[in-house]
């Protein structure tokens, strides 16, 4: 594996694998590599070669009361683990190198970004599109894997990849969970052992969504009053937002029609965690994906 520190190198490499048709895989990351990482990095060898992983914690996604400073940073871990996995580059570039001096530019995805988590966390999104859209000018990917667990974060990085004519196309791939059903995430690091086991408590609400479902609940009023009840029995666990949204135009609807997300952050002591589950029309009735 090469591992690769400056834009420059990376974009001599991507215009090598141009020029010889390889179809380019792109697995963005801040780092602190788990689980969930490893699957995206598996799809991503499954349908390409070669394959980038990136590696850069990005200050313009965390506003100024968030957890830049103490986000875990495991390079040499995370090096060791791509190495394993087979992984043909590493491109870790620091922010000096991706926001040099005079840095002006933002994107924005105007309508998706600004209502639950870009409502709870302002201009974290605006953080998220840009560094992306500067990963995807640099390492020109044919395809890019990201996590279902940031449900919108992928839906704003599809609608901008549409909107300007983007040849990276993107995947997004299941949620990976813990055998009691936390989602991974690198901050569940965080996480005490009575908060770890508190964390829990958010795809079980999830679940109860699911099982209202199943009995024949439509009304997503009633379904977000099951999810708060399951999430009450927990007091380590305080509610941000939750709601059920239309997939396309993340707008809450009143009952169920169409596909559709659950989504809903929480802190559990003073870790925020984000989950959601995925509700598709089944003929007559509703999947649920947690």
Known sequence: METIHTIEWMKQIARENRVHERVLGLVPTMGALHEGHFSLIGAAQRECAPVVVSLFVNPKQFGPAEDLNKYPRTLEADRAALEALGVDYLFAP??????PPGFRSAVVVEGLSDRLEGRSRPGHFRGVTTVVLKLFEIVQPRFAYFGRKD???????????ADLNLDTDVVVCPIVREADGLALSSRNVYLSGEDRRAAATLSRSLAAVRDEIAKGERDTGRLLDALRRALATEPRVALDYAEIVDNESLEPVASLRGTCYVLLAAKVSETRLIDNALIEPDGDSFCVTL
């Open 151 to 161: 449900a919108q974060q992928a839906r704003l990085i599809r609608q901008m990849s």
């Open 94 to 99: 620091s922010a000096q190198e991706m926001y």
